[in-house]
C-alpha cells in the first residue's frame, strides 16, 4: 500500500555496504524506520542521503507493508528546505543534538498530529531566526507537554521546583527541589512563546545547568533516556 506522508528525519544508520536505515517521525503514524536499499552505492543515490540530515523535513511516498519493522520508500523529495539549519554551524549543532534527544525519547508507534505540528513550527522558528541560543531550552521544556511531564503550574508562586514530582512546593523535600537561578529560568520559560525568547539574558554557563537540569528531568520521567553523547560537543560550541 502506498502511502504519501510528511516526515521529519531523527537519526540515520549505515547499514551493510550500500543501504541506510533512517528514522523518522512521521505525519501518519509517529515514529517509523525505513531502509534505504543499494543507497550508497551510485552516485545518484549517495547524493538522496543529503535528504536525511538531522530534522529535515521531507514529502515521501511509502510502500507501507503491515508487521514489518522496517519500511520501504518509493519516493523522497524535501517538503521545506532549510535556510540556514545545514549551513549554519551553531544551528546545525542545534539540530545534530535535538535529533538525538527526539531519537531517545519518540517511541510511539501512532499518529500525534500536535506533536508533529509542534516540531514542524518550532524547527521553522529555528530556521528563520537569528537570535537562537535559548532555543533548545524551550523546545525541551515546551516537548514535556507531547511526553506527558510538563511543569504543574498551579503552585508556581512556591521557592521550590521538584523535578521527581514535576511539581512547585514550598520547602526543599528531596535532592530533586531546585531553586536558585534554574528555578527563576524555569517560571520564566513557562507560559512564553519563542519570540519572546530573545527577552532573556543567559550566559552560556547558566545556559548549560538548565540545559543539565532540564535532562535530569527527562531522565526521571522517562525510562531509560540517557543523556545525548552530542552533549559535550554541543556545550563547547556553545561556550
Request: proline content about 2%; overall charge positive.
Amino acid at each position: 500500500m502506498l502511502i504519501k506522508t510528511n516526515v521529519i528525519v531523527l537519526s540515520k544508520l549505515k547499514y551493510r555496504d550500500n543501504d541506510l536505515i533512517v528514522k523518522c517521525y512521521t505525519k501518519h503514524r509517529g515514529l517509523v524506520s525505513y531502509i534505504l536499499r543499494g543507497v550508497l552505492k551510485s552516485r545518484k543515490g549517495s547524493a538522496k542521503t543529503a535528504y536525511f540530515q538531522p530534522l529535515t523535513q521531507l514529502q515521501v511516498e511509502e510502500n507501507y507493508r503491515p508487521n514489518q519493522s522496517l519500511q520501504t520508500l518509493k519516493e523522497v523529495k524535501p517538503k521545506y528546505v532549510y535556510e540556514s539549519i545545514n549551513t549554519n554551524v551553531l544551528k546545525g549543532s542545534v539540530a545534530m543534538f535535538l535529533s538525538e534527544v527526539l531519537s531517545n525519547t519518540l517511541k510511539e508507534e501512532e499518529k500525534n498530529d500536535l506533536l508533529f505540528e509542534y516540531l514542524e513550527t518550532t524547527l521553522l522558528w529555528l530556521d528563520n531566526e537569528s537570535s537562537f541560543s535559548n532555543f533548545h531550552l524551550l523546545f525541551l521544556l515546551n516537548l514535556t507537554k507531547h511526553l506527558g511531564f510538563y511543569p504543574q503550574q498551579s503552585n508556581i508562586d512556591n521557592k521550590y521546583f521538584n523535578l521527581s514530582s514535576g511539581e512547585f512546593e514550598v520547602n526543599k523535600t528531596n535532592m530533586y527541589s531546585i531553586s536558585g537561578e534554574n528555578l527563576v529560568l524555569l517560571k520564566q520559560l513557562l507560559g512564553i512563546n519563542f519570540d519572546a525568547l530573545n527577552t532573556i539574558k543567559l550566559n552560556s554557563k547558566q545556559r548549560q545547568s538548565f540545559l543539565n537540569m532540564i535532562l535530569l528531568y527527562y531522565e526521571l520521567h522517562l525510562g531509560g533516556f540517557k543523556k545525548p553523547k552530542s552533549l559535550t560537543v554541543f556545550n563547547q560550541v556553545f561556550n
